[in-house]
């Protein structure tokens, strides 16, 4: 279910090489990715990462139009909160390369020719490294949170509600990040699977959410708001 979970995960895959590209994507579509955008230069790139807001990279160093040093800079800068994480996939494998490479910001460096097997682990490494799996059970100011069962004891009264599946959506993507605040969009895209629009809907939810699991809905102390941001989610030990 982990792993399924990450094979989800949306991937721009950025080289001039048109047959490496079609390997890559079949190597990865044959293990379960299903979301591989592809892009040949740095214009495609930065278009496809507009569009599709991949999250994670794969970039060739030498491009047509640019470099992948550089093309990676930017894309990490582009969500400081949650910068992109990279792997380059290059035939430079000189040391200063893979230093050039690590400087910029990347999370792995794999050098051709590299066989399907490691391309797939360094892949699913950077993966479990950069979205953790959120904790099953939180214990929150008012209540226990359990996401493995979508549910919520409340310490109070030791009622135990139910989550539906856009509030548990919700709160897993706030539990991955305990204790750090979480943009509207992201909970919006972990909800709906697309980051506009649902702005009611997302509030809507929250409050439904704080209903459940707050002693005091109107002054929560485990869901916080962050004003023109997005939300945090806060353990009792203030985590």
């Known amino acids: 279910m982990r792993d399924a979970t990450l094979k989800s995960r949306r991937i721009l895959l950025v080289d001039d090489e048109p047959e490496l590209r079609r390997m890559v994507a079949s190597i990865l579509a044959a293990e379960g990715f299903e979301h591989v955008t592809q892009a040949a230069d740095v214009r495609e790139a930065l278009e496809a990462f507009r569009r599709t807001k991949p999250e994670l990279a794969l970039l060739d160093v030498m491009l047509p139009d640019g470099d992948g040093f550089t093309l990676c800079q930017y894309l990490r800068a582009f969500d400081a909160d949650a910068p992109l994480p990279v792997i380059f996939l290059t035939a430079k494998d000189e040391t200063d390369d893979r230093l050039a490479g690590l400087r910029s910001g990347a999370d792995d460096y794999v050098t051709k020719p590299f066989s ?10 950077v993966l479990r490294r950069c979205y953790p799996a959120a904790p099953e059970t939180i214990a ?97 030990d203030g985590r």
């Open 140 to 236: 929150l100011a008012s209540c226990v949170l359990d996401l493995g069962n979508a549910d919520a004891l409340r310490v109070d009264s030791g009622e135990h509600l139910s989550l539906t599946v856009k509030e548990r959506a919700i709160l897993e993507a706030l539990a991955r990040n305990l204790g750090r605040i979480v943009t509207a969009d992201a909970l919006r895209e972990a909800a709906w699977g697309d980051s506009f629009g649902y702005g009611q809907s997302l509030m809507t939810h929250v409050r439904r959410i704080r209903e459940k699991i707050e002693a005091d809905p109107s002054h929560p102390r485990s869901l916080i708001t962050a004003k023109g941001i997005g939300y945090k989610l806060v353990a009792a």
């Open 116 to 125: 399907p097997q490691e391309l797939l682990l360094r892949i699913m490494a």
